[in-house]
């Protein structure tokens, strides 16, 4: 059974992903944030927003339409990503995109491998030149007003600077999503990245 055709066995996989009603059928590609580390900013988001149902993730591939069938999709990002290593991503501050009053955490490693696995799969068949630069990050908060932004930018911070666990986590595989439902986005397939070879073989 194809793992990206099978509906009975789609999860969801979170429905804070930007754009919202606004994506309704579109696909992304993200990695998600391993435990504990998503553990807490999970429940920080729901803090900040009580509606939002996250996963905490990185998005590789923003949401945009699919001009391909989905198994083309599928195996062309797997044969891209099985020429990339597995990276470490260290996650850095609590920001703002002013222009959104997106609140998120900027990312202090792994930055040059996320705009490289953008640029190598930005193209062909999942092009897409969307409304803003690739700029990878963590949403911490969207679709806030502008009168919330500095007290929920606040919380984060002091929540942020109390964390006691990892900041870091390594992507080894990336997840391919569709937005099925307006706030539900589902795991179609898992991609693998390069499985390292050891020393001396």
Same mark, same amino acid.
């Given at each position: 059974?194809? #793992? ?5 066995? @789609?999860r969801?996989?979170?429905?804070c ?7 309704? #059928? ?15 900013? /999970?429940?920080?988001? %729901? =803090?900040?927003? !009580? /509606? ?5 993730? +990185? ?9 391909a069938e989905?198994?083309e999709?599928?195996e062309?990002?797997?044969e ?7 990276? *470490?991503?260290r ?6 995109? !002013? ?11 792994? *930055?040059?491998? %996320?705009?490289?696995?953008? *640029?190598? %799969? #930005?193209?062909?068949?999942l092009?897409? /030149? ?6 990878p990050?963590?949403? @911490?908060?969207?679709d806030?007003?502008a009168?919330?932004? /500095?007290?929920l930018?606040?919380?984060?911070? =002091? ?12 992507? *080894? ?5 569709? #937005? +099925?439902?307006?706030?539900?986005w +589902?795991?179609?397939?898992?991609i693998?990245l390069?499985? !390292? ?5």
């Amino acid at each position: 059974m194809d #793992n990206y055709a099978a509906a009975s066995t @789609i999860r969801k996989a979170m429905s804070c992903l930007p754009g919202g009603r606004r994506t309704l #059928n579109q696909f992304a590609l993200v990695s998600y944030l391993p435990d504990p580390l998503a553990g807490f900013l /999970d429940r920080l988001r %729901l =803090d900040l927003t !009580p /509606d939002c149902s996250p996963r905490a993730h +990185v998005t590789i591939l923003p949401p945009r339409p699919l001009t391909a069938e989905i198994k083309e999709s599928v195996e062309r990002l797997e044969e891209e990503c099985r020429l990339f290593p597995p990276f *470490e991503i260290r996650l850095g501050s609590i920001e703002i995109f !002013p222009k959104s009053n997106v609140i998120y955490i900027s990312l202090a490693r792994g *930055e040059h491998e %996320l705009h490289a696995l953008h *640029e190598n %799969l #930005n193209a062909g068949q999942l092009e897409y /030149d969307g409304p803003f630069p690739y700029h990878p990050h963590i949403t @911490i908060a969207q679709d806030i007003t502008a009168e919330q932004v /500095d007290a929920l930018t606040q919380i984060a911070r =002091d929540r942020w600077a109390s964390w006691n666990g990892p900041r870091s986590f390594f992507v *080894e595989r990336l997840s391919f999503v569709q #937005n +099925v439902a307006p706030g539900a986005w +589902v795991d179609l397939a898992q991609i693998p990245l390069a499985v !390292p070879v050891p020393a001396g073989h």
